[in-house]
């Protein structure tokens, strides 16, 4: 009896161990949750999408070198993408270089340029709009800080589609277009050459025949004189019978003065 009771017990006991829930830890309850389950989820899509990226670029290399040429040369505009310091910087050096010309060497379009660029920044009317791969400058009517009405008031500000009208300056790759082209030839006054002949005004650049012709001669310039012995000979007859000549010419005068 008592065997019988201890195998009862054993068996009761075994039975209440399985029949009770197993307590789960807290990763488990965290990974099991609707959270967990989505981050799962999730990570499964982004690794399904790196192999089928993967695999795609294996199979099309043409096709993925093109997409990684057009995505390394987005990032380039946009890490190059000049900011309003450096439209303010270059905006200041090209006045300086105007600047240490004279008034009658100074290009009249470079010169007008910056100097309404320089007007419109001290009125505190320049204005900087960053779009991603390249930026823009444009001007506004009055100064953000200007306290009248017509600056103040949404229902008297300029309609977008006249945007356009109003972009100064765009930046691209490091770079301000505009100001740049304007600046060409910014030492070369038009107005000197207006009045010579149409046909002095316009210069065009040196083919490569007369570039390579005066680099010669330049070169040539600075090699010595050579004299060639038949060219000595020849000078120094020349000079014996200018002397021959000149002793006959005297001792025919001397007769005619006696």
């Known amino acids: 009896m008592a065997s019988l009771r201890v195998a009862t017990r054993m068996f ?21 949750s609707k959270a967990g389950v989505w ?15 993967v695999v795609g670029a294996w199979e099309r290399p043409v096709k993925a070198s ?17 900011d309003r310091s450096s439209f303010e910087g270059a905006l200041l050096e090209r006045s300086n270089q105007l600047a ?8 009249a379009n470079s010169d007008g340029h910056v100097q309404s660029l320089v007007k419109l920044r001290n009125e505190g009317r320049l204005r900087h709009a960053s779009l991603g791969l390249l930026s823009l400058v444009y001007h506004s009517s009055y ?50 050459f207006k009045h010579l002949p149409a046909h002095m005004q ?14 010669r001669l330049h070169k040539e310039s600075w090699l010595p004189l050579m004299v060639e012995e038949e060219e000595e000979e020849e000078k120094e007859t020349k000079v014996v019978d200018r002397m021959e000549e ?5 001792s025919q005068m001397k007769p005619l003065k006696d």
């Open 246 to 250: 000149r002793i006959s010419e005297e």
């Open 100 to 107: 240490l010309l004279s008034p009658w060497i100074r290009s």
């Open 12 to 32: 009761c006991a075994t039975a209440e161990a399985a029949a009770a829930p197993v307590s789960k830890t807290r990763w488990e309850r965290l990974k099991n």
């Open 143 to 192: 100064d953000p800080d200007a306290t009248l009405y017509e600056a103040q008031c949404s229902n008297l500000s300029e309609p977008w589609w006249e945007f356009p009208r109003r972009v100064l300056d765009v930046g691209f790759v490091g770079r301000w277009w505009i100001l740049d082209s304007k600046m060409q030839d910014y030492d070369v006054n038009a107005d000197e």
């Open 39 to 53: 981050c799962r989820s999730l990570v499964s899509d982004y690794k399904e999408a790196c192999r089928e990226m």
């Open 66 to 82: 093109v997409y990684m040429t057009l995505l390394g040369g987005a990032w380039a505009c946009f890490y190059t993408k000049p």
């Open 202 to 215: 316009v210069t065009s650049p040196p083919t490569i025949q007369e570039v390579e012709r005066n680099e």
